[in-house]
Structures are given as C-alpha cells and as structure tokens.
C-alpha cells in the first residue's frame, strides 16, 4: 500500500498526540517490513519543517512537508473548502491518514483518522477555543465519514460510538507504544531531595489544584513535589509555595531520567484518551498513583494505587500508600508496560487500513 500520514501535530512542541504520531510512524515502518510506502506529510512554516525533521529522523519514512505561508489558515481552508483532493498534490494513494490538524478531501482510497479523546465536545470548557473549534469541526463531520476510526483505548472507541455514532465496525484501538529509553536503568534526575513527580501540559483537566491540595496533607517529609509540563491554558493554581517545584516543559528524551528519578508518580487527570504518562513512569520502574476515571482504566491495569481525583485527602493516603507498596507496584507496572509496543500499533493500524480496502 502507498500510506500518506498527515504529521502536522510534529510541527509543535512535542507533547502526547505528537509522541503518538512519531511513534506509529515508527510502528508502521517496523510493521510493514518494506512491503508499504509510508509517506509523511504536511504543509507547515519553516519552523513547522524543522520541528517535523528532527521529530522522524531515522525513521525510514517518505516526506512531503511543503513550506507555505500561514500553514494554519491554509490546512484550515482546504479542509473547509473540500477541495483540490489531497491526490492532486501527493498522487495515487491506497490510505490517507489525517490528524486533528486538517482532513482535506480525497478521492478514493481508504480514508482514515485517529480520535485521541472526546475532551473538546464532553469538556470544551477544559480546553482552549481553538482545540473546540478545530477539533469539533473534524469530530462532528469529518470523521463519520472515514472508512477508518483509529482510537487509541477501547474507552475512546466506545466513546466514538456512542457520542459521534461511527459505526462500531470502522473505529480499531491502537494502543500507545512505550519508547526504548523508557526502561528502570540509567540515569536519575537529582533535583536536590526526594521527589513525588507529575507530567501533564498545565491545563484544567490535568487537575492541579487537586494534586497541590494533596501535597499538602501529605505527611512524608522532605518530598517535594515536582510539576513537569508545558504552560497550558485556562485557570491553574499559583506553584509559588513550599516544596512544589515547577520544571515546565521537559523534551521526551529527557523525560526518562526525571521519571527514574521519582519517589511516586501522581496523575491525577479528570479524563484521557489513554494516560500514556502513567505506563511510561510504570516502564521507568515508578510506582504509580491515578486517577479513578475510567478513562485511565487501560494505561493503568492492576499496577496503580487508584483514588478519586477530587477527592485531596484520598489522593494523599494514595501517595503513602504506593511509596509504601513501592516494589510490589514496581514489578506489576513493569509487566504492564511491556505490553504496549509501537510494532504492535503500526499492526494494528495496517490491519484496519487492508480490512477496509
């Protein structure tokens, strides 16, 4: 097959959905064994071309990345307008692979899209405009139309189904693969004293208030509390007090020494597509405390203390509890976390794409 994948989010800072990207780029050329073209494309600004670059070096993909003025407004636009079909630009295709960051139209071939979560139309207050405007546009019409729904949880799919109504036939689950240099041997961070560690971009439905309300009721002394995550959107509690260190935002490959590095890890999420920080801390050797939400149900298996996210006095009695079970926790995550391979997510994405040639 001749696979076009739209890598637009691999234009920005990297965060979760870029990581996904990169990494089912990886799959998908490790799963095809060179009987697939893959094709990585996206029109982008300079920048956009240099971020895509770096993010898919070594990485035996085609690239088509035209540099283009306001490449925004201009994915936008072809989206709305419905017209040239992406044909007319990459030639003959057998799958088109869009993100939430444009679906242009086509003409044959399966067309396909991936839904990392509902959050934009259960939540929209939870993220910023422009996520609802662009995500609801493809959520409420683009994506009934794919032949394809790749999901990255069984929780998102069957969400897909009942919010959006895409057949259950069309929507295959692609789960999150953990990346090589997320294993418990090599380096720790050091930031000076024991620390419990959460990774989220800061946004309200990272629920922080909650975590920080935590940290205070907690009783191990001289744990301090580490924020890792790009600035978000939208109301967040001031970081400026006692023992809560704000570490901002922290390149993927660094983020393996700061997970090993950690006494607990803690996510406390109101609602995920999957959660894949919380099997990457487990993959680091970290025992992990999260959120009650069923959303987190499949990145966490039996291998994390659970509590109710809004709920500070329980998130708190979770925290001791896991650095008191540590190496129990220890070895279940590890188990855990060796079942999610970025082989095993570019399988299942040329499984649904040959089903529905």
């Not at 490449?71 to 989206?79: E, V």
């Not at 994506?143 to 919010?163: I, L, P, W």
């Not at 025992?287 to 069923?294: A, E, K, L």
């Amino acid at each position: 097959m001749r696979i076009v994948v739209d890598v637009a989010p691999l234009s920005h800072q990297r965060t979760g959905v870029g990581n996904y990207v990169r990494g089912s780029l990886r799959g998908l050329v490790e799963a095809s064994r060179g009987a697939d073209e893959v094709l990585a494309f996206a029109p982008v600004s300079r920048r956009g071309r240099r971020e895509i670059d770096a993010a898919i070096a070594g990485i035996g993909v085609g690239r088509r990345l035209p540099v283009v003025p306001a490449a925004h407004a201009l994915r936008t636009l072809w989206s709305r307008a419905g017209r040239p079909p992406v044909q007319r630009v990459l030639g003959p295709l057998d799958v088109f692979h869009f993100s939430d960051w444009m679906y242009p139209p086509q003409r044959g071939g399966v067309r396909s899209t991936m839904v990392h979560d509902l959050v934009p139309l259960h939540h929209p207050e939870w993220v910023h405009e422009r996520t609802h405007r662009m995500h609801g546009a493809k959520y409420r019409h683009a994506a009934k139309a794919c032949d394809v729904v790749m999901v990255n949880s069984r929780f998102t799919g069957a969400d897909v189904v009942e919010t959006l109504g895409v057949p259950a036939e069309r929507v295959h689950v692609a789960y999150p693969g953990v990346d090589e240099g997320f294993t418990p041997i090599g380096a720790r961070t050091d930031l000076g004293r024991a620390y419990a560690l959460t990774v989220a971009t800061l946004e309200p439905r990272k629920n922080l208030a909650t975590l920080l309300d935590a940290y205070r009721l907690f009783d191990g002394a001289g744990l301090a509390l580490a924020v890792a995550g790009a600035a978000g959107w939208g109301d967040q509690p001031s970081l400026a007090e006692p023992g809560v260190l704000r570490l901002g935002y922290t390149p993927h490959d660094e983020l393996p020494d700061l997970y090993r590095g950690a006494s607990v890890f803690v996510y406390p999420s109101l609602f995920e597509g999957f959660g894949m920080p919380v099997v990457e801390a487990m993959a680091c050797g970290v025992p992990c405390v999260v959120s009650t939400h069923p959303s987190l149900d499949e990145a966490c298996g039996d291998a994390a203390i659970r509590a109710d996210p809004l709920d500070a006095d329980a998130l708190a009695r979770a925290i001791e509890r896991a650095i008191a079970q540590r190496d129990e926790l220890v070895a279940r995550g590890l188990e855990h976390a060796q079942s999610f391979t970025w082989l095993a997510n570019g399988e299942a994405h040329l499984a649904a794409w040959q089903a529905a040639r």
